[in-house]
């Protein structure tokens, strides 16, 4: 490994007053760190390059010098096979909430050592979705043009209740069984990586679960904040680099807690930062997954986030990972990008984050009514903002995640808008991610809680009536959409300006919305007209982009236009290639 330090964390009935030993060739037992909890020892051990995999053992002794115990541990072999390398912009995501998308084996939707049980007629209980029914979706996913999954957590969440959604940690080394087994996410990511499909994991440092067995048995009193006493966060995000802050309003931002059942961990405490960081580089080394997704990303230490991105970016320099900082304001997330040079000095290997502010800006320039200072403005200023960031191409773009209500939802169950809203994603900077089931215009109207927003797949469970894979049940509505996505995500793949061009785009004008990409090789031209008017287009306000006798093809249509006007009819989504 890149780094040649391991860190074991061992928990046993007073462990702390017995001295551990460790002869196996190459590998140097460097520390043994005691701490307040007696049940707990801290190994620090140095894994030289040349030493071989195998299993070596642990040896306690007591203070007599009598060997007591002994641990095994196995030190495995790097897969050899494939490179670790990240999501990019030729990626396409499909996000994921694993108990809401698929049964694919309903043998383990109960599970013994589990607190909650499956219960589907509540809107927060588990449905039993699982590994194995991504697995049996991956090649509709891959028809979709679906090209990176993202699953939300899928890690143990012993918690007695809302354990579906997977963001309780109660073991961070073990995949919840109700989704599956190690071995089953291995398997997962190794057939999408057969289908070329990456996955992307969703990792959560800043708290854990309550149930944690380490709530039970605290290895340090520091090593969740505010004393182990819930105290809410403050959510005051800007506090962290706002010049007038109060350092006890920053305190209250980063170590108040999300909810009372995710206790606030301490990334500060040394012993718990390797270990969230080796946890980290374990998955990604034993998965060989194409990317992560960071939780609350500002929420946890900043000095932390600091070491665990460079940490990560530096085991593997083609990996991609990008953040969860909800702000409107471009300026707050360009604070944690790496390349940005912060007034305070604080520097991040992130390459990327989620893109709230132009969510937010596309939503609004759909919705509101036109006018001079609306509209597409919205979105057209908001992209000027771009300068802001160290890499605005770095970012993951999406019209909706499970955190909101579905973006047909957002548009007033519009068939029309959510179809520009799914060609602007499709063709801007950045990596696009869509929730599943957007593509048949799943919708959560007039319920906008997490667990209805979280719904079902249709044809994921046995019986359902409705199937997304063979259209069985759907509307003609919903198959339409399904149908033009298909194409449009699977179009996507070919066009290079997409994945790497560069973007100019155009003062809105007369309901209409008007950008180039553009690389050496390939000219892109899209046109999204929220106008319920057809609309005739001088195309000269736009020969920077369009030299005269240039004619543009539809990439969808193939339909070809000559001559200097264009004729876009109403609600108009339109990919044009310029020849
Ligand atoms: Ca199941």
């Known amino acids: 490994m890149h780094h040649s330090e391991l860190q074991l964390m061992i928990h046993?009935?007073?462990?702390?007053?017995?001295?551990?030993?460790?002869?196996f060739p190459g590998i140097r037992l460097d520390r043994a760190v005691t701490v307040e909890s007696e049940n707990y020892v801290f190994l620090y051990l140095n894994i030289d390059e040349e030493t071989?995999?195998?299993?070596?053992?642990?040896?306690w002794q007591d203070g007599k010098g009598r060997t007591v115990g002994r641990t095994p541990y196995r030190l495995e072999a790097r897969s050899p096979d494939f490179e670790i390398t990240g999501y990019t912009n030729a990626d396409v995501v499909c996000l994921i909430t694993p108990d809401r998308f698929a049964n694919g084996d309903s043998s383990n939707d109960a599970h013994p050592d589990m607190l909650e049980g499956p219960n589907r007629t509540i809107d927060f209980g588990r449905h039993g979705g699982d590994l194995m029914g991504i697995e049996q979706h991956l090649d509709?996913?891959?028809?979709m043009g679906f090209t990176a999954i993202w699953l939300n957590p899928v890690l143990e969440n012993n918690q007695p209740q809302w354990s579906y959604h997977g963001y309780s940690t109660t073991d961070y080394y073990r995949v919840d069984p109700r989704f599956g087994s190690n071995e089953d996410y291995r398997q997962l990511v190794q057939s999408a990586r057969d289908k070329g499909m990456k996955v992307i994991m969703d990792m959560i440092m800043n708290h854990c679960g309550s149930e944690?067995?380490?709530?039970?048995?605290?290895?340090?009193?520091?090593?969740?904040?505010?004393?182990?006493?819930?105290?809410?966060?403050?959510?005051?995000?800007?506090?962290?680099?706002?010049?007038?802050?109060?350092?006890?309003?920053?305190?209250?931002?980063?170590?108040?807690?999300?909810?009372?059942?995710?206790?606030?961990?301490?990334q500060r405490q040394p012993l718990l930062a390797d270990y969230l960081i080796q946890n980290t580089l374990w998955w990604i080394e034993y998965l060989g997954?194409?990317?992560i997704r960071m939780d609350t990303y500002p929420y946890s230490d900043a000095a932390f986030m600091s070491r665990w991105s460079c940490a990560v970016m530096d085991a593997y320099p083609e990996f991609n990972m990008c953040g969860e900082e909800w702000s409107l304001n471009p300026s707050v997330l360009a604070y944690w990008q790496a390349g940005q040079s912060n007034a305070n000095g604080y520097t991040s290997c992130l390459p990327g984050l989620l893109d709230f502010p132009l969510h937010d800006a596309l939503i609004t320039s759909l919705t509101e009514e036109e006018s001079w200072h609306s509209d597409w403005v919205q979105l057209y200023e908001m992209l000027g903002n771009d300068y802001l960031y160290p890499d605005a191409s770095a970012h993951i773009i999406f019209p909706d995640n499970h955190d909101m209500s579905r973006i047909h939802t957002q548009l007033g169950d519009d068939v029309n808008l959510t179809r520009l809203a799914t060609y602007f994603f499709a063709t801007m900077r950045g990596t696009p991610q869509f929730y599943y089931g957007t593509e048949i215009l799943m919708s959560n109207t007039g319920d906008d809680s997490h667990g209805n927003i979280r719904s079902d797949l249709p044809g994921g469970w046995d019986g359902d009536a409705v199937d997304v894979r063979s259209g069985r049940g759907l509307s003609d509505e919903s198959q339409a959409f399904q149908s033009e996505f298909r194409?449009?995500?699977?179009?996507?793949?070919?066009?290079?300006a997409i994945h790497d061009g560069r973007l100019m785009h155009y003062v809105p004008e007369k309901g209409s919305y008007v950008y180039f990409r553009f690389n050496d090789d390939q000219k892109i031209m899209v046109i999204l007209n929220k106008s319920q008017e057809?609309?005739?287009?001088?195309?000269?306000?736009?020969s920077e982009m369009i030299p005269a006798g240039a004619h543009v093809v539809n990439a969808l249509t193939g339909e070809r236009h000559?001559?200097?006007?264009?004729?876009?009819?109403?609600?108009a989504a339109w990919v044009l290639v310029v020849e």
Do not use: C
Not at 243 to 260: N, R
């Open 12 to 23: 046993g009935d007073r462990l702390g007053q017995l001295t551990p030993f460790v002869d």
């Open 52 to 59: 071989q995999p195998g299993t070596f053992v642990i040896e």
């Open 140 to 143: 509709y996913l891959d028809s």
């Open 212 to 266: 944690h067995p380490w709530m039970k048995d605290l290895p340090t009193r520091d090593w969740v904040n505010n004393d182990n006493v819930f105290i809410p966060t403050t959510h005051r995000r800007t506090s962290l680099r706002d010049p007038y802050a109060a350092q006890s309003d920053v305190k209250g931002f980063a170590d108040g807690w999300f909810v009372e059942t995710m206790p606030d961990l301490n």
């Open 289 to 291: 997954i194409g990317g």
């Open 487 to 496: 194409s449009l995500m699977n179009w996507r793949k070919t066009a290079s």
């Open 534 to 542: 057809p609309e005739v287009m001088d195309l000269t306000r736009f």
């Open 562 to 571: 000559t001559g200097g006007e264009l004729t876009i009819p109403a609600w």
